[in-house]
Structure formats: structure tokens, C-alpha cells
């Protein structure tokens, strides 16, 4: 099995640009999460999905991040427009419910010009 | 508020050597805790968690409430056991999972 997939791997975008980042999660897993990953630093949670739910989101930054999951699977992360603190790995997670063991993705490495 | 702290941001070992990768949080209600870990080129995954009381690849890690810490320790360090090494805290019942910012060891042969 693949396990979570995620692309693009890298983007490179110029400030003020949106950008999306998409996810597709571990087949049977309802829970799905965004974090995001700044140099030196570990994961910082995002949102949470429950199937097509967001339950967790209160360190998306709203005026500029959005997300969904359609139909509970895949999931959609954008940011516009986008500012030069916006570089940074994002990564997607599932897993079979909230309480379970989180799988990673490989990440998309976004670098902000 | 939730905090993991991991001091060191760089531990380097020899072959062989003890090791002991440090974490301390912060957090009032009943702690999970997990290590995971992320070699080179290869995704963040989980290690082991406190409540399986389980040894993988030769680790293991006791919480300890009294100090707030949860030491990942290792008698015999390889050098496969370099890569970057992250202490997780989850919040009971809210599934959130708060990272600490990592400690990269280094095991030199």
C-alpha cells in the first residue's frame, strides 16, 4: 500500500500567489489532519477531519487557509494569498479514528518568494 | 497550556555508546505520549507510545509523571539510529497532538 499520498512534493510560488496542496489519505481511515512544519520546529496541527467534519480547526488561519475534505476521502489545503511566512512543509495525516495511530505523508515543501 | 520541550536540538553518540533523548511537558490533565522519529528521506513515523510499555528497535520511554518528562533511552546506540527524533503529547479526548521541536542524534561509527 502506498500509504498517505500528497502532491505536489515541492512548490515554489511568489508572494501574494494562492496555492493548493492535496492529500489522499490511507484507504478505511476517517480521520484525516493538516499540520504544518516550520524550519527547526515539529508539527503544528492545523485542522482535523472527521470523515467530511472539520472538528479541529482552530489553528487554521482563516483569512487566508481554507480546506476541505469532499466525501470524507481526499482533502484540499490552499492558501491565498500567500505571504513569505507561509514557507514551511506541510503535512497530511490519517488514521483510522481520532484516537488512533497518526500515518504521515511525505509533505509538500513550500517555499514562499 | 500544552508544552513539549525537548532540550537538545543535536545529540551526538558514538557506536555502542548509551544514549538518551530528553522530553519534558507540560500539560494538567492525564498525558499520552508517543516518540516518533523521521529518517533520512523517509516520513515522519510513530516509534512507540507510553502506554504499550513496549521496547522498538532497542528503545524504550517511562513517563514519569512526578517530573513531567518521558526520556526516550537506549543502552547501545547504532548507526542506523540516526535521524530526527520528535516527543508528541496528546490531549485526552480532543485528539490534538502537540510536537515537541525534535532532537536530531547523530550515532558516529
Known amino acids: 500500500e502506498a500509504g498517505v499520498v500528497q502532491s505536489p512534493r515541492y512548490k515554489i510560488i511568489e508572494k501574494k500567489q494562492p496555492v493548493a496542496f492535496w492529500c489522499n489519505p490511507i484507504?478505511?481511515?476517517?480521520?484525516l489532519y493538516w499540520y504544518r512544519q516550520n524550519l527547526g520546529q515539529g508539527p503544528e496541527l492545523l485542522i482535523r477531519?472527521?470523515?467530511?467534519?472539520?472538528?479541529?480547526d482552530s489553528q487554521l488561519p482563516k483569512d487566508r487557509f481554507s480546506a476541505e475534505r469532499l466525501k470524507g476521502v481526499d482533502s484540499t489545503l490552499k492558501i491565498q494569498p500567500a505571504e513569505l511566512g507561509d514557507s514551511a512543509v506541510y503535512l497530511c495525516a490519517s488514521s483510522q479514528s481520532g484516537g488512533g495511530e497518526q500515518f504521515f505523508g511525505p509533505g509538500t515543501r513550500l517555499t514562499v518568494l | 497550556a500544552q508544552r513539549v520541550t525537548q532540550p537538545e536540538k543535536l545529540l551526538s553518540v558514538f557506536k555502542g555508546a548509551p544514549v538518551e533523548l530528553k522530553c519534558n511537558y507540560s500539560y494538567s490533565g492525564s498525558p499520552e505520549l508517543f516518540w516518533y522519529v523521521q529518517y533520512s528521506r523517509q516520513r515522519l513515523q510513530l516509534l512507540l507510545r507510553h502506554i504499550s510499555r513496549e521496547s522498538i528497535k532497542g528503545f524504550t520511554a517511562d513517563l514519569n509523571k512526578g517530573e513531567t518528562s518521558f526520556h526516550l533511552k537506549k543502552p547501545f546506540a547504532q548507526e542506523e539510529d540516526s535521524a530526527m527524533y520528535y516527543c508528541?503529547?496528546?490531549?485526552?479526548?480532543?485528539?490534538?497532538?502537540?510536537f515537541g521541536a525534535g532532537t536530531r542524534l547523530f550515532v558516529k561509527a
Open positions: 484507504s478505511g481511515h476517517n480521520t
Open positions: 477531519y472527521e470523515n467530511e467534519e472539520a472538528v479541529d
Open positions: 508528541a503529547l496528546r490531549v485526552t479526548g480532543g485528539f490534538k497532538t502537540i
